[in-house]
């Protein structure tokens, strides 16, 4: 498959508590993103993580990424009913593909 | 960042029309360029590797006599549906990969094609 496996593939929060998303992966990457996707819209790129990162931090996101394990984490800390969207994470492989993860929706109760 | 531009947004049409799509670099000049489709709830898969000059790279499954894809110049990538048919309606975003040592990926806005 081309794709890597992202679990939740959905998950409903109340606003203010936090969402986690995962992403497994299954070749060597240069680098791991995330990207946002509102319903039948372009992707926003979120944050990128270099291969030699284990965690990066932009705003209310933290991300992880455990190599060995083949896996990487997305926090949003506070969620706010705006952040409901499509997240993907995508690799960037040795051959600068770019492959996308199945994608977790989240929706956030206002 | 750099930005990636699609034309058209949105198209409609009939079976058996060929539709082209396509895909710009405004600000930079992009070797390679990428064609993916995202069906709808899913995620998006990449159809083919667009080299400027060359031929296209395409993944299993993607049949090359359906979408056609020229690389003419280094801003300028067209991906043609050939003959299309319902099951090709789509969402299909390309996106560029910049020249040099910096390797970024920019994606574009999308096309949602409709074939009736």
């Known amino acids: 498959s081309q794709q890597g496996e992202e679990d939740p593939q959905a998950l409903s929060i109340q606003e203010g508590e936090n969402a986690t998303m995962n992403c497994s992966y299954k070749?060597?990457?240069?680098?791991l993103q995330w990207y946002r996707q509102n319903s039948g819209r372009g992707l926003v790129h979120l944050i990128l993580?270099?291969?030699?990162?284990r965690e990066k931090h932009s705003g209310r996101l933290r991300v992880t990424l455990d190599t060995s394990k083949k896996s990487s984490s997305l926090l949003i800390t506070a969620s706010r009913a705006a952040d409901t969207a499509s997240y993907f994470c995508?690799?960037?492989?040795?051959?600068?593909?770019?492959?996308f993860g199945a994608g977790t929706r989240l929706f956030v109760k206002a | 960042g750099a930005v990636v531009s699609q034309h058209p947004s949105r198209v409609i049409c009939k079976s058996g029309t060929s539709v082209k799509i396509e895909c710009r670099s405004l600000?930079?000049?992009?070797?390679?360029m990428f064609w993916y489709r995202q069906f709808p709830k899913q995620s998006l898969m990449l159809m083919a590797t667009?080299?400027?000059?060359?031929?296209?790279?395409?993944e299993q499954g993607v049949e090359k006599d359906k979408f056609l894809i020229n690389h003419a110049s280094l801003t300028l990538s067209t991906l043609t549906v050939a003959s299309a048919h319902p099951e090709d309606s789509s969402f299909y975003i390309c996106?560029?990969?910049?020249?040099?040592?910096?390797?970024?990926?920019?994606f574009g806005p999308g096309t949602r094609l409709t074939v009736l």
């Open positions: 667009s080299n400027e000059g060359s031929k296209a790279t395409y």
């Open positions: 600000d930079f000049q992009a070797t390679t």
């Open positions: 996106s560029a990969r910049t020249s040099g040592g910096r390797n970024e990926q920019f």
């Open positions: 993580i270099r291969s030699n990162e």
């Open positions: 995508a690799v960037r492989t040795g051959g600068f593909k770019t492959i």
């Open positions: 070749t060597s990457i240069n680098n």
